[in-house]
């Protein structure tokens, strides 16, 4: 687990399974808080991503999963960002967290499992922080494999635009 190019990654490793299928993780430097940063990327909607959300739904009837647009399409403010465990945010559970420096959620379905992780790490002379999302799958059958394949393309368009523009630069 050290080997995820992670802040916090030896805080973090003990809430994610040593065997996952998948991780990525996209980085940038900006001005804000965390939950400034965190708020501002799951509020990231312009119309292709509403677009993209509503062909998840269709997909998610097709193979029989769950999918609640009420949850996903929920705007967010800084004050509505928890980091207390066993807490939800969208449609995640709270792992784990600390204020400013990571946030740790899980979607637990049927097919996989995804945990999405928003870190900041240290304030540099300009006072930027490097600001990482992280996602990390683990399958649970064939639904889950086949479903990340089909939306794994979207999936790494729609992490990379949430993180760029999440940050205040």
Do not use: C
Not at 12 to 22: A, G, M, T
Not at 71 to 91: A, M, N, T, V
Not at 103 to 111: E, F, N, Q, T
Request: no cysteine.
């Amino acid at each position: 687990m050290s080997s995820i190019p992670l802040p916090f990654a030896d805080q973090i490793s003990v809430f994610i399974p040593d065997n996952f299928d998948h991780i990525d993780s996209y980085s940038i430097k900006g001005k804000s808080t965390l939950s400034e940063f965190i708020a501002r990327g799951l509020t990231f909607r312009p119309f292709w991503i509403k677009g993209l959300f509503r062909i998840r739904g269709w997909v998610a009837w097709l193979l029989h999963l769950k999918h609640d647009d009420r949850k996903i399409l929920k705007e967010l403010r800084p004050e509505d960002i928890s980091f207390q465990s066993g807490e939800y945010l969208l449609f995640f559970q709270v792992v784990a967290g600390i204020p400013d420096r990571y946030w740790i959620g899980l979607a637990d379905d049927s097919h996989l499992s995804a945990w999405l992780i928003f870190t900041r790490d240290a304030v540099d002379h300009g006072g930027n922080a490097t600001f990482a999302t992280t996602t990390i799958v683990k399958y649970k059958n064939h639904t889950g494999r086949f479903y990340f394949f089909l939306i794994h393309p979207f999936h790494r368009l729609l992490v990379h635009h949430l993180t760029r523009k999440a940050v205040s630069i």
